[in-house]
């Protein structure tokens, strides 16, 4: 507390947002980009929901090497679709250094996932792509190694960095991974960064999301990146943790506190 949090904004013409200073951000979409029809739908449901921001996997980072993957450069074509349909700038998240040019292209955030946060090639090469970088812990990062590897992003010029708490790996197995909000003030106390939370990586089922959702805004997070799909039963990834429609619009609804307090 007591440092001013930077604002980083993000977008393009005639769809723009920010993140950090004043308001409370919600970015939601699909885990991953399926199919045209999905992701419109997807997008609409989130901007008449009222979110701020949409998400959605082009370049999928499995455990299975034969589970979906992603489109690729299609889902690239579809996410800049959708922004145009909705005026909602798009996080992605890249893995490669070799996407970066058409990823920018099409994409106005990108998210670097739990799994890369320590990939400092991929880092500097971001630092120095002009655009905000999403930048999610790691799975067994400490709050030391997620801010220096925040490090290497400002180290290269960009200052348009936001930390992500997705969850971290522990002993617990009831859920997916453990949400650690403790981590999310010290964040906080030691960056001027604007920090979120990813609830739905940590919950892993739908109706957790949202008590874990409330509890971030209620910690003091600059705002929220949530899975959300039109039909969960069929989405190709993370299909268990996905918010339908009506549930995201419930929790937009109950995050007015947050968002009123901006
Ligand atoms: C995601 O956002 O879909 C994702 C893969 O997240 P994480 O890197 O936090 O696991
Ligand atoms: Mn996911």
Excluded: W
């Excluded at 996080?91 to 040019?101: A, L």
């Excluded at 930048?135 to 990062?141: N, Y």
Aim: with cysteine.
């Amino acid at each position: 507390p007591g440092q001013e949090t930077t604002r980083v904004r993000f977008g393009r013409a005639g769809a723009t947002a920010s993140v950090g200073g004043a308001g409370f951000t919600v970015i939601a979409g699909p885990c991953s980009v399926e199919h045209r029809e999905q992701m419109l739908q997807a997008a609409t449901a989130v901007r008449e929901a009222g979110a701020h921001a949409l998400r959605g996997g082009a370049y999928k980072p499995r455990t299975n090497p034969y589970s979906f993957q992603g489109l690729g450069p299609a889902g690239l074509e579809l996410l800049a679709e959708a922004r145009e349909t909705t005026g909602l700038p798009v996080v992605s998240e890249i893995v490669d250094v070799r996407d970066v040019e058409l990823m920018a292209a099409h994409v106005d955030v990108f998210q670097v996932g739990a799994r890369n946060m320590q990939n400092y090639t991929l880092l500097r090469e971001l630092g120095r792509a002009g655009h905000p970088v999403l930048l999610k812990r790691g799975l067994a990062a400490t709050v030391e190694e997620t801010l220096m590897a925040a490090e290497y992003l400002l180290d290269e010029g960009n200052e348009d960095v936001v930390l992500c708490e997705r969850g971290i790996r522990t002993f617990e197995s009831s859920y997916r991974f453990t949400l650690d909000l403790a981590a999310l003030t010290v964040f906080k106390e030691r960056t001027h960064l604007p920090v979120i939370v990813d609830p739905s990586h940590a919950a892993g089922l739908t109706d957790r999301v949202i008590p874990l959702a409330l509890a971030a805004a209620a910690a003091g997070a600059d705002g929220l990146i949530v899975e959300s799909h039109p039909n969960p039963a069929e989405a190709l990834c993370d299909a268990g943790q996905a918010l339908p429609t009506s549930r995201l619009c419930e929790l937009m609804g109950r995050l007015e506190f947050a968002v009123a307090a901006a």
